[in-house]
T-cell receptor, first 116, second 116 residues
Framework: AQTVTQSQPEMSVQEAETVTLSCTYD???????LFWYKQPPSRQMILVIR??????QNATENRFSVNFQKAAKSFSLKISDSQLGDAAMYFC?????????????FGAGTRLFVKA | KAGVTQTPRYLIKTRGQQVTLSCSPI?????VSWYQQTPGQGLQFLFE???????NKGNFPGRFSGRQFSNSRSEMNVSTLELGDSALYLC???????????????FGAGTRLSVL
């Protein structure tokens, strides 16, 4: 069975600094997608960035980028120039098709604090 | 375009009762997934519906069920409520289901269920 592990329950970063959130996963599948979602205190989950497993190039979305290491099954999120609004719970997620449907597996989450 | 709408936002029930939660996906989205979020277990996949068919199911007891209507709106039902069912229930919709795992899931704000 697939698993997603986020080993950092909490992280803290100074405003304008860079922080990296870790995520590892375990799978025997070759075709899958990885996502980072952000859940602010208002609790609406929003997509931060996504990566297709067959693409070697790391995804980037403005201040957010990933370091995708397929062989190591690692998918870390780097937030550059951190802002107060980045404070939230961040979830790493694995998504693949199975039995004609989809299943998304989430990590336990990392709570990010941003200090002014 | 309106986002994913979940009703009600908050619900208080007592043990043994049953509850029905509703999710209206983004217009045009045909895939709806449900998740349970608790502090102890994190985000766990309940089930996914596409075109009124349940295509995938998580590891939850039969007390948890769902359905999807022809307009893609979905409901989930929990019968014989237990204290452990207290959680935030999240619904997510995506544009297409079949063979396109990369499709982004858009989440609703969730329904907070408290079982007393």
């Amino acid at each position: 069975a697939q698993t997603v592990t986020q080993s950092q329950p909490e992280m803290s970063v100074q405003e304008a600094e860079t922080v990296t959130l870790s995520c590892t996963y375990d799978t025997s599948e070759s075709d899958y997608y990885l996502f980072w979602y952000k859940q602010p205190p208002s609790r609406q989950m929003i997509l931060v960035i996504r990566q297709e497993a067959y693409k070697q190039q790391n995804a980037t979305e403005n201040r957010f980028s990933v370091n995708f290491q397929k062989a190591a099954k690692s998918f870390s999120l780097k937030i550059s120039d951190s802002q107060l609004g980045d404070a939230a719970m961040y979830f790493c997620a694995y998504r693949s098709e199975r039995a004609g449907g989809f299943k998304t597996i989430f990590g336990a989450g990392t709570r990010l604090f941003v200090k002014a | 375009k309106a986002g994913v709408t979940q009703t009600p936002r908050y619900l208080i029930k007592t043990r043994g009762q049953q509850v029905t939660l509703s999710c209206s996906p983004i217009s045009g989205h045909r895939s709806v997934s449900w998740y349970q979020q608790t502090p102890g277990q994190g985000l766990q996949f309940l089930f996914e519906y596409f075109s009124e068919t349940q295509r995938n199911k998580g590891n939850f007891p039969g007390r948890f069920s769902g359905r999807q209507f022809s307009n893609s709106r979905s409901e989930m039902n929990v019968s014989t409520l237990e204290l452990g069912d207290s959680a935030l229930y999240l619904c997510a919709s995506s544009l297409k289901g079949a063979f396109l795992a990369k499709n982004i899931q858009y989440f609703g704000a969730g329904t907070r269920l408290s079982v007393l």
